[in-house]
Nanobody, 120 residues
Framework: QVQLVESGGGLVQPGGSLRLSCTVS???????????MGWYRQAPGKQRELVAR???????DYANSVKGRATASRENAKNTVYLQMDSLRPEDTAVYSC???????????WGPGTQVTVSS
């Protein structure tokens, strides 16, 4: 059974930083390393949006809303992806989740996510 567990969220002041982690269990290291991984977020009353991706090649890309402020990475040996968020803004407040990306959408059941709240 595949489980995704996110961590690292919290309450931070505008301009602050957080490092989010997401570990995938129930998947082999080879399976994980061959999976494109996405970071998503969902703010209250809004649809979930994709904010960053780490491809199996190690390359990354970002939504315009976080470009220049986010750094996604992966550690295949630990089945884990990371999202470093800097210069946080109140509009970054959301529940952040990860998932595998496939052409038809996402690969696994969603985890609980980790809450990021940016407020003074």
């Amino acid at each position: 059974q595949v489980q995704l567990v996110e961590s690292g969220g919290g309450l931070v002041q505008p301009g602050g930083s957080l490092r989010l982690s997401c570990t995938v269990s129930g998947v082999s290291r080879i399976g994980f390393s061959n999976t494109h991984m996405g970071w998503y977020r969902q703010a209250p009353g809004k649809q979930r949006e994709l904010v960053a991706r780490t491809f199996r090649s190690g390359e990354t890309d970002y939504a315009n809303s976080v470009k220049g402020r986010a750094t996604a990475s992966r550690e295949n040996a630990k089945n884990t992806v990371y999202l470093q968020m800097d210069s946080l803004r109140p509009e970054d407040t959301a529940v952040y989740s990860c998932n595998g990306e496939i052409p038809s959408g996402t690969k696994w059941p969603w985890g609980p996510g980790t809450q990021v709240t940016v407020s003074s």
